[in-house]
């Protein structure tokens, strides 16, 4: 545990000198943080969580440890370290799906989401999700019913029971996957804490599934997430007259890949070994744009006639499958600024439209 605690420390940029280091070795109780420095004393608090989670069984794994996930590592600002409940094995599967979505659930969103993770699991997929009652409960019990991995992201201290009603889910997750969260024992949940808890779900899969989802929902912050690193993400459709559905519906109608059948994202997932499907690697195995003489005439006709030189420039570019401003402009070659203006004029012609993850697609 000696190591592990120094390189925390490092990790949030301590400078630990000899007598900081006799400081942590020396006993708790008997330690007189009146007399040490600010520095100090937050490595202290480190070495203290530490010991926290020591005595309650948990399991601690450090950025540079081999069995902290490699798809955490690609994060701007990794967790310098993660508290495992169960086995940290699980969180290196080779193939993960994140399933969110409401926790004012209804029955259908309940069942379908039950179903999808029963049977990506049966299929060797590992299911991540919050450990949140809802849609999130759901996964975890569907994986479950298949004897497979799920993995539950907490967005509190491990030691905090929290929501109560899921207190023997997590005990068969525990015993079947793995709880996790960067936050040390004693960590109360919180409406600032859960973002950071949804970049760690998004972060862990190769895609990430919202079954059903308000406007407000927290589920299209993780998809929001997935998105911006590049990966996949799948909408399951909702009655339109449900509120519950409404976010989820959004999605689909911004673009997102509709999923009507779990059978539609294993195949992706298998197809790609696991190892990540993202919007810019399907691009790159989407057919060829049709010719010019396959399109629809009513928009060839429409383009030709109203676009600049420059428009038709960026509509081609797009339909190449480069769908970002940034992409945009290295195909173009033009300044940030001016080709901002004219998408924002062919977006009010009705040429193009944003989709969700901020792509442009053509209308």
Not at 13 to 34: G, I, N, P, Q, Y
Request: charged share 25%; aromatic share 4%; hydrophobic share 40%.
């Amino acid at each position: 545990m000696t190591d592990k605690l120094l390189w925390a420390i490092e990790a949030q940029k301590e400078r630990v000198t000899a007598r900081r280091l006799a400081a942590l070795r020396a006993k708790w109780s008997e330690l007189d943080k009146s007399r040490i420095d600010t520095k100090t004393t937050r490595a202290v608090e480190i070495a203290m969580d530490f010991e926290n989670a020591r005595v309650l069984g948990y399991d601690i794994i450090t950025y540079n440890e081999s069995v902290y996930p490699d798809s955490l590592r690609s994060l701007s600002q990794p967790p310098a370290l993660l508290y495992v409940r169960g086995d940290s094995k699980a969180l290196r599967s080779p193939m993960c799906v994140t399933v969110v979505g409401s926790r004012d659930a209804s029955g259908y969103g309940e069942s379908v989401a039950t179903e999808f993770a029963r049977e990506m699991a049966d299929c060797g997929i590992c299911i991540v999700s919050g450990g949140a009652v809802g849609i999130d409960a759901s996964a975890h019990r569907g994986a479950l019913m298949a004897g497979g991995l799920t993995v539950a992201v907490a967005g509190c201290g491990l030691d905090v029971d929290y929501p109560t009603q899921n207190r023997e889910l997590f005990c068969r997750i525990e015993r079947s996957g793995a709880i996790i969260s960067e936050f040390a024992p004693g960590t109360r949940p919180s409406k600032q804490i859960f973002p950071f808890r949804n970049r760690i779900m998004a972060a862990l899969s190769s895609a990430v599934v919202v079954v059903e989802a308000g406007y407000k929902s927290g589920a299209l912050i993780t998809a929001m997430q997935a998105s911006e690193m590049g990966k996949n993400v799948y909408a399951v459709p909702g009655p339109i007259t449900s509120s519950r559905s409404s976010g989820t519906n959004a999605l689909i109608r911004d673009g997102v890949t509709m999923a009507l059948s779990p059978q539609d994202i294993i195949d992706d997932i298998l197809q790609s070994g696991g190892g990540g499907i993202c919007a810019a690697e399907l691009l790159e195995e989407s057919p060829a744009p049709l010719p010019k003489e396959a399109e629809n005439p009513v928009i060839e006709a429409r383009e030709s006639r109203q676009c600049t030189e420059l428009e038709n420039l960026i509509l081609d570019a797009i339909r190449e499958g480069h769908n970002t401003v940034e992409e945009i402009e290295r195909c173009c070659g033009e300044s940030t600024n001016r080709l901002t203006a004219v998408l924002g004029m062919l977006e009010m012609r009705g040429i193009i439209r944003l989709a969700f993850g901020n792509k442009y697609l053509i209308q």
